[in-house]
C-alpha cells in the first residue's frame, strides 16, 4: 500500500476549556449527520450491525448512544478543532457566551 497518511501535527494544540460545550456539540451533530445519511441510504435501525441488511444499532439520538460509541464522535471533532488551531484559526464563542 503506497498511502500514507499525513494528518496535520496537532501535537502542540491543546483545546482551551471554552471549547468543551462546542466539542460535544459538534459530536452531537456529526453523529446525525452520519445518522442521516445512514437513513438516506435505507439503513434502519437494528440489535446488531449488519451490512447487507443495512441494520444499525446506532440509528438512535445522540443522548441515547452508549458513551463509547459518543467517544468516537467526540475524537474525530477534537481532530478537527485541534487541526482548525493547529492552522492559525481562531475559534470565539459567541458574545452571548464569551461573559459566562
Known sequence: MDYQP??????????P??????????AEN?????????????W???PRRDD????????VPYADLP?????????AVVG???ATLALGYQIVPPAEF???
Open 98 to 100: 464569551a461573559k459566562k
Open 30 to 42: 456529526a453523529h446525525d449527520l452520519w445518522a442521516l445519511q445512514r437513513i438516506k441510504d435505507g
Open 52 to 59: 447487507a441488511a443495512k441494520i444499525h444499532p446506532c440509528l
Open 6 to 15: 499525513r494528518p496535520i501535527d496537532t501535537a502542540q494544540v491543546n483545546l
Open 80 to 82: 478537527a478543532l485541534k
Open 17 to 26: 476549556p471554552h471549547l468543551m460545550a462546542l466539542l460535544e456539540r459538534l
Open 44 to 46: 434502519r435501525l437494528g
Open 67 to 75: 458513551d463509547s460509541e459518543r467517544e468516537y464522535d467526540r475524537i
